[in-house]
Protein backbone atom coordinates (compact mmCIF):
# COMPACT_ATOMS: atom_id res chain seq x y z
CA UNK A 1 0.00 0.00 0.00
CA UNK A 2 1.08 3.77 -0.87
CA UNK A 3 1.84 5.74 1.92
CA UNK A 4 2.54 9.44 2.56
CA UNK A 5 5.42 11.30 4.89
CA UNK A 6 5.51 15.03 5.67
CA UNK A 7 8.60 14.98 7.57
CA UNK A 8 7.75 18.83 9.29
CA UNK A 9 5.11 19.36 10.66
CA UNK A 10 5.65 23.57 10.79
CA UNK A 11 8.02 25.44 9.09
CA UNK A 12 8.26 28.79 9.94
CA UNK A 13 10.08 31.07 7.47
CA UNK A 14 10.45 35.17 6.98
CA UNK A 15 8.09 36.88 4.64
CA UNK A 16 9.57 37.27 0.78
CA UNK A 17 12.12 34.27 1.64
CA UNK A 18 11.66 31.13 0.07
CA UNK A 19 10.41 27.88 1.05
CA UNK A 20 10.45 24.48 0.94
CA UNK A 21 8.16 21.93 2.15
CA UNK A 22 9.24 18.31 2.13
CA UNK A 23 6.65 15.31 0.91
CA UNK A 24 8.20 11.94 0.36
CA UNK A 25 5.55 8.81 -0.29
CA UNK A 26 6.35 5.32 -0.80
CA UNK A 27 4.50 2.88 -3.44
CA UNK A 28 5.70 -0.42 -5.38
CA UNK A 29 4.35 1.20 -8.46
CA UNK A 30 4.09 4.55 -10.35
CA UNK A 31 1.73 7.10 -8.56
CA UNK A 32 0.12 10.36 -9.14
CA UNK A 33 1.02 13.07 -6.66
CA UNK A 34 -0.61 16.23 -5.29
CA UNK A 35 -0.76 19.23 -3.16
CA UNK A 36 -3.31 20.46 -1.05
CA UNK A 37 -3.88 23.70 0.46
CA UNK A 38 -5.68 24.82 3.62
CA UNK A 39 -6.42 28.01 4.80
CA UNK A 40 -7.47 28.81 8.06
CA UNK A 41 -11.30 27.56 8.54
CA UNK A 42 -11.35 26.88 4.84
CA UNK A 43 -11.93 23.57 2.57
CA UNK A 44 -9.12 21.95 1.12
CA UNK A 45 -7.99 22.48 -2.88
CA UNK A 46 -5.82 21.96 -4.98
CA UNK A 47 -1.93 23.75 -5.44
CA UNK A 48 -0.67 21.24 -8.50
CA UNK A 49 -0.29 17.83 -9.30
CA UNK A 50 1.91 15.73 -10.85
CA UNK A 51 0.25 12.76 -13.63
CA UNK A 52 2.52 12.33 -15.86
CA UNK A 53 5.54 14.30 -17.83
CA UNK A 54 7.45 17.08 -16.92
CA UNK A 55 8.71 16.65 -13.36
CA UNK A 56 8.82 19.88 -12.73
CA UNK A 57 4.62 21.37 -12.38
CA UNK A 58 3.54 24.79 -11.76
CA UNK A 59 0.47 25.62 -9.55
CA UNK A 60 -1.26 28.50 -7.98
CA UNK A 61 0.11 31.08 -6.68
CA UNK A 62 3.24 31.04 -7.78
CA UNK A 63 4.26 27.45 -6.01
CA UNK A 64 6.22 24.64 -7.55
CA UNK A 65 6.71 21.00 -6.95
CA UNK A 66 9.25 18.55 -8.75
CA UNK A 67 8.88 14.88 -8.62
CA UNK A 68 11.97 12.62 -7.73
CA UNK A 69 10.91 9.39 -8.55
CA UNK A 70 14.58 8.16 -7.35
CA UNK A 71 14.18 10.09 -3.86
CA UNK A 72 10.26 9.15 -4.12
CA UNK A 73 9.71 12.40 -3.04
CA UNK A 74 7.70 15.34 -4.42
CA UNK A 75 9.05 18.04 -2.66
CA UNK A 76 6.86 22.08 -2.96
CA UNK A 77 8.85 25.29 -3.41
CA UNK A 78 8.39 28.68 -3.56
CA UNK A 79 10.79 31.13 -4.17
CA UNK A 80 9.14 34.31 -1.90
CA UNK A 81 6.46 33.49 0.33
CA UNK A 82 3.77 36.23 1.53
CA UNK A 83 1.72 36.71 4.55
CA UNK A 84 -1.14 34.91 2.39
CA UNK A 85 0.56 31.96 2.01
CA UNK A 86 0.22 31.05 5.88
CA UNK A 87 -2.08 27.54 5.74
CA UNK A 88 -1.62 24.02 6.16
CA UNK A 89 -0.10 21.94 3.07
CA UNK A 90 -0.76 18.43 2.33
CA UNK A 91 0.83 15.98 -0.19
CA UNK A 92 -0.91 13.40 -1.16
CA UNK A 93 -0.94 10.02 -3.42
CA UNK A 94 -2.73 7.92 -5.24
CA UNK A 95 -1.58 4.73 -7.39
CA UNK A 96 -1.57 4.96 -11.06
CA UNK A 97 -4.03 3.09 -13.23
CA UNK A 98 -5.09 1.21 -10.07
CA UNK A 99 -8.59 1.69 -8.54
CA UNK A 100 -7.45 3.11 -5.31
CA UNK A 101 -7.75 5.65 -3.09
CA UNK A 102 -6.07 8.77 -2.59
CA UNK A 103 -3.67 9.06 0.79
CA UNK A 104 -3.19 12.32 2.55
CA UNK A 105 0.28 12.87 4.69
CA UNK A 106 -0.28 14.67 8.39
CA UNK A 107 0.47 18.19 7.01
CA UNK A 108 2.59 20.85 7.27
CA UNK A 109 1.85 23.96 8.78
CA UNK A 110 3.56 27.05 6.91
CA UNK A 111 4.16 30.33 9.79
CA UNK A 112 4.95 33.33 7.64
CA UNK A 113 7.33 35.49 9.97
CA UNK A 114 7.10 39.61 9.04
CA UNK B 1 -22.09 23.10 -11.21
CA UNK B 2 -21.36 24.44 -8.00
CA UNK B 3 -18.75 21.97 -6.41
CA UNK B 4 -19.04 19.54 -3.83
CA UNK B 5 -21.68 20.18 -1.29
CA UNK B 6 -22.25 19.13 2.02
CA UNK B 7 -24.88 18.74 4.35
CA UNK B 8 -24.89 19.56 7.41
CA UNK B 9 -21.97 22.08 7.79
CA UNK B 10 -22.41 21.62 11.49
CA UNK B 11 -24.08 18.85 13.79
CA UNK B 12 -23.81 19.00 17.95
CA UNK B 13 -25.22 15.79 19.08
CA UNK B 14 -25.13 14.57 22.67
CA UNK B 15 -23.55 10.70 22.99
CA UNK B 16 -25.40 7.92 22.05
CA UNK B 17 -27.06 9.77 19.07
CA UNK B 18 -26.73 8.43 15.75
CA UNK B 19 -26.18 11.17 12.79
CA UNK B 20 -26.44 11.09 9.56
CA UNK B 21 -24.14 13.39 6.96
CA UNK B 22 -24.67 13.82 3.35
CA UNK B 23 -23.02 14.56 0.51
CA UNK B 24 -23.57 15.87 -3.56
CA UNK B 25 -20.21 15.03 -5.47
CA UNK B 26 -19.65 16.89 -8.56
CA UNK B 27 -22.04 15.56 -11.35
CA UNK B 28 -19.78 13.93 -13.60
CA UNK B 29 -17.40 12.46 -11.27
CA UNK B 30 -17.66 8.72 -10.43
CA UNK B 31 -15.88 8.56 -7.05
CA UNK B 32 -16.30 9.40 -4.34
CA UNK B 33 -14.24 10.29 -1.10
CA UNK B 34 -15.06 10.41 3.11
CA UNK B 35 -12.15 11.55 5.24
CA UNK B 36 -11.86 12.39 8.91
CA UNK B 37 -10.24 15.56 9.96
CA UNK B 38 -8.92 16.41 13.22
CA UNK B 39 -6.84 19.47 14.64
CA UNK B 40 -3.74 19.47 13.21
CA UNK B 41 -4.09 16.18 11.10
CA UNK B 42 -4.32 15.52 7.74
CA UNK B 43 -7.58 13.91 6.34
CA UNK B 44 -7.94 10.47 7.19
CA UNK B 45 -9.55 7.80 4.95
CA UNK B 46 -12.71 7.12 5.81
CA UNK B 47 -13.82 4.96 2.68
CA UNK B 48 -14.55 5.45 -0.76
CA UNK B 49 -16.92 4.27 -3.75
CA UNK B 50 -16.61 4.31 -7.40
CA UNK B 51 -19.90 4.46 -8.84
CA UNK B 52 -22.32 2.90 -6.23
CA UNK B 53 -20.17 0.37 -5.14
CA UNK B 54 -17.59 0.57 -1.74
CA UNK B 55 -14.46 -0.35 -2.95
CA UNK B 56 -12.31 0.17 0.17
CA UNK B 57 -13.18 0.92 3.94
CA UNK B 58 -10.81 1.82 6.12
CA UNK B 59 -9.94 -0.63 8.96
CA UNK B 60 -9.84 1.96 11.27
CA UNK B 61 -13.21 2.57 11.16
CA UNK B 62 -15.86 0.35 13.34
CA UNK B 63 -18.96 -0.76 13.09
CA UNK B 64 -20.77 1.98 13.93
CA UNK B 65 -19.65 4.10 10.85
CA UNK B 66 -21.89 2.87 7.53
CA UNK B 67 -21.35 4.57 4.69
CA UNK B 68 -24.16 4.38 1.28
CA UNK B 69 -24.32 5.89 -2.05
CA UNK B 70 -27.61 4.76 -3.49
CA UNK B 71 -27.77 5.12 -7.62
CA UNK B 72 -23.76 5.70 -8.15
CA UNK B 73 -25.05 10.13 -6.68
CA UNK B 74 -25.19 11.11 -3.68
CA UNK B 75 -24.09 9.41 -0.79
CA UNK B 76 -24.83 9.72 3.10
CA UNK B 77 -22.35 8.63 5.90
CA UNK B 78 -23.82 7.56 9.12
CA UNK B 79 -22.81 7.00 12.72
CA UNK B 80 -24.65 5.13 14.99
CA UNK B 81 -24.24 5.76 18.79
CA UNK B 82 -22.21 8.57 18.82
CA UNK B 83 -18.83 8.82 21.44
CA UNK B 84 -17.00 11.69 22.20
CA UNK B 85 -14.01 10.69 19.99
CA UNK B 86 -16.25 11.12 17.00
CA UNK B 87 -16.20 14.64 17.17
CA UNK B 88 -13.98 15.83 14.33
CA UNK B 89 -14.29 17.79 10.50
CA UNK B 90 -16.30 14.96 7.93
CA UNK B 91 -14.85 15.65 4.64
CA UNK B 92 -16.66 14.35 0.89
CA UNK B 93 -14.38 15.01 -1.89
CA UNK B 94 -14.85 13.52 -5.57
CA UNK B 95 -13.21 12.71 -8.40
CA UNK B 96 -12.84 11.22 -11.75
CA UNK B 97 -10.50 7.98 -11.57
CA UNK B 98 -7.09 8.44 -10.99
CA UNK B 99 -8.05 12.76 -11.16
CA UNK B 100 -7.31 14.74 -8.17
CA UNK B 101 -9.93 14.90 -5.22
CA UNK B 102 -12.02 17.89 -4.92
CA UNK B 103 -13.44 18.61 -1.25
CA UNK B 104 -16.20 20.25 0.09
CA UNK B 105 -16.41 22.71 2.54
CA UNK B 106 -16.94 19.47 4.91
CA UNK B 107 -19.34 18.86 8.12
CA UNK B 108 -18.02 19.37 11.90
CA UNK B 109 -19.06 16.62 14.72
CA UNK B 110 -19.12 17.75 18.16
CA UNK B 111 -20.48 14.87 20.28
CA UNK B 112 -21.04 16.33 23.91
Known amino acids: AQSVTQLDSQVPVFEEAPVELRCNYS??????LFWYVQYPNQGLQLLLKYLSGSTLVKGINGFEAEFNKSQTSFHLRKPSVHISDTAEYFC????????????FGKGTRLHILP | DTGVSQNPRHKITKRGQNVTFRCDPI?????LYWYRQTLGQGPEFLTYFQNEAQLEKSRLLSDRFSAERPKGSFSTLEIQRTEQGDSAMYLC??????????FGQGTRLTVV
Open chain 2, 27 to 31: SEHNR
Open chain 1, 92 to 103: AVTLLNRDDKII
Open chain 2, 93 to 102: ASSLAGGEAF
Open chain 1, 27 to 32: SSVSVY
